[in-house]
């Protein structure tokens, strides 16, 4: 089973702030993560993601994410938010040996970036 | 070059009504799956496919079928809405492997 959790429901930050939000996963095996963002009545857009090699991946719009595997941690981190930044992100995860390719999401995290 | 569309895009059915929520898409990808996305838990997996003529369980497939007999289109059907099945419904479509997914722009249904 494959599993996936945002522990915090929202996250406010001032803009020019540094901004984390945080994902943590369960999957048997080794474990495909990805960041996702939703602006209001949209579908959601890839950011980034972890297949293999660096622990650090970097994404769109400046974005990044720290691969931990003794956390079985996938945090979402940005030097500097931005108010356009504000927005719903879903972290999610797919276990290598999952034959449908298929993703388990987290409940999301709403970023708000204060001016 | 349109991506992944549904069809409709807003709903609203009486309880014990049918319909079928239809996604069609011009990638040419392999895998599309049907989820439902409820304020606080995320999206669900509802069905999915990983190619044309197949189809296989989600995480919450009850009360809905699914059906994908060409490779571009996955059709939803609920047999018999229920005020339960109030929710945006998203397709999501997939070349395979280490996936990224493509989004349509979802289709909100409201079960009275």
């Known amino acids: 089973a494959q599993s996936v959790a945002q522990p915090e429901d929202q996250v406010n930050v001032a803009e020019g702030n540094p901004l984390t939000v945080k994902c943590t996963y369960s999957v048997s095996g080794n474990p495909y993560l990805f960041w996702y963002v939703q602006y209001p009545n949209r579908g959601l857009q890839f950011l980034l993601k972890?297949?293999?090699?660096?622990?650090l991946v970097k994404g769109s719009y400046g974005f990044e994410a720290e691969f931990n595997k003794s956390q079985t941690s996938f945090h979402l981190k940005k030097p500097s938010a931005l108010v356009s930044d504000s927005a719903l992100y879903f972290c999610?995860?797919?276990?290598?040996?999952?034959?449908?390719?298929?993703?388990?999401f987290g409940g999301g995290t709403r970023l708000m970036v204060k001016p | 070059n349109a991506g992944v569309t549904q069809t409709p895009k807003f709903r609203v059915l009486k309880t014990g009504q049918s319909m079928t929520l239809l996604c069609a898409q011009d990638m040419n990808h392999e895998y599309m799956y049907w989820y439902r996305q409820d304020p606080g838990m995320g999206l669900r997996l509802i069905h999915y496919?990983?190619?044309?003529?197949?189809?296989a369980k989600g995480e919450v497939p009850d009360g809905y079928n699914v059906s994908r007999l060409k490779k571009q289109n996955f059709l939803l059907g609920l047999e018999s809405a229920a005020p339960s099945q109030t929710s945006v419904y998203f397709c999501v479509t997939a070349v395979g492997g280490a996936n990224v997914l493509t989004f349509g722009a979802g289709s909100r249904l409201t079960v009275l």
């Open positions: 496919s990983v190619g044309e003529g197949t189809t």
């Open positions: 972890y297949i293999t090699g660096d622990n």
């Open positions: 999610a995860v797919r276990d290598y040996n999952n034959a449908g390719n298929m993703l388990t």
